[in-house]
């Protein structure tokens, strides 16, 4: 009985951040909002990260997810949306999506910055139903100390992605799928 109850229990809660999101996603911002919150976001990127600068530089296009959203209590999920710019034009907007399962709670929200450095990821964006993190180019997720040492002899992968400007509490060590896909704004 326990363990139905419990089932039960992850059961609302998937439930209830699934309505959570399609919340959010019926509240979707205007283009010109994206591209404002984008430009915004890569300006705070840029001061607080300049080896990202420098990364953008060389990027053949760049994705910009100014506020994703993410909550979970064993099992969670993140919404957000977000612009691809090509030689600093707004040329599509994107979304954001991921699901997770394992040991996780709390909520938080984020941004997240994905350069696009070769023409494959590029092509694969473009030509796919959406992008699977982990199928396809290959990503690099950049912390500090990785950033510190970017150069051109170390630049290899087809994407590399900055997380930055974190808010709330999330504790989670979870497996985790994110899809970005393209929407119409």
Do not use: C
């Not at 911002?29 to 976001?41: H, I, P, R």
């Not at 092509?123 to 992008?131: E, I, P, Q």
């Amino acid at each position: 009985m326990k363990t139905i109850r419990n089932a039960l229990r992850h059961l609302l809660l998937v439930a209830v951040a699934a309505m959570s999101l399609t919340a959010i996603n019926s509240h979707a911002a205007t283009a010109e909002d994206l591209s404002k919150d984008a430009s915004q976001a890569l300006a705070t990127l840029y001061k607080n990260n300049p080896a990202a600068e420098s990364l953008s530089k060389r990027a053949k296009a760049v994705l910009v997810f100014p506020n994703i959203v993410k909550a979970g209590l064993v099992f969670g999920g993140s919404y957000g949306e977000g612009v691809l710019t090509k030689n600093s034009q707004f040329v599509g907007y994107y979304n954001s999506v991921s699901a997770s399962w394992g040991w996780q709670a709390g909520a938080e929200s984020y941004a997240y910055v994905v350069f696009l450095m070769s023409n494959k990821a590029v092509t694969y964006l473009d030509k796919t139903k959406g992008w699977e993190i982990g199928v396809g180019p290959t990503v690099v997720v950049v912390n500090e100390g990785v950033a510190k040492n970017l150069s051109s002899s170390t630049l290899k992968g087809d994407a590399y992605a900055f997380i930055f400007d974190q808010q709330g509490l999330m504790a989670s060590l979870s497996i985790e799928g994110t899809k970005i896909s393209r929407i119409k704004r």
